[in-house]
């Protein structure tokens, strides 16, 4: 059992940088990949950035240059940079974790991100 708490979400103007961060507890067994998603209104939930426990990352193209994903393996943390943020970034994000890749795992509860001036 893995529980995830994310924080870090928040309103801020296009351009400007928030850092996420997702706390996490239980088995360290089940966090091989973590994951960063996200959801806009009205839209899919996609996903967004991904890490594994050797800290190999993959970050969806709409992102990469902008955020960066990293994970604290002793804290059991995993943090989202954002910098150069748009209003197409606005969404619910989402930590998630898995003992593999394809597997159902665990989320979180999600933190709100609004870009907008």
């Known amino acids: 059992q893995v529980q995830l708490v994310e924080s870090g979400g928040g309103l801020v103007q296009p351009g400007g940088s928030l850092r996420l961060s997702c706390a996490a507890s239980?088995?360290?067994?089940?966090?091989?990949?973590m994951a960063w998603h996200r959801q806009a209104p009205g839209k899919q939930r996609e996903l967004v950035a991904t890490i594994t426990d050797s800290g190999r990352t993959n970050l969806v193209d709409s992102v990469k240059g902008r955020f960066t994903i990293s994970r604290d393996n002793v804290k059991k943390m995993l943090y989202l940079q954002m910098n150069s943020l748009k209003p197409e970034d606005t969404a619910v994000y989402y930590c998630h974790s898995a003992a593999a890749w394809g597997s159902p795992g665990y989320w979180g509860q999600g933190t709100q991100v609004t870009v907008s001036s």
């Open positions: 239980g088995s360290i067994s089940s966090m091989y990949v």
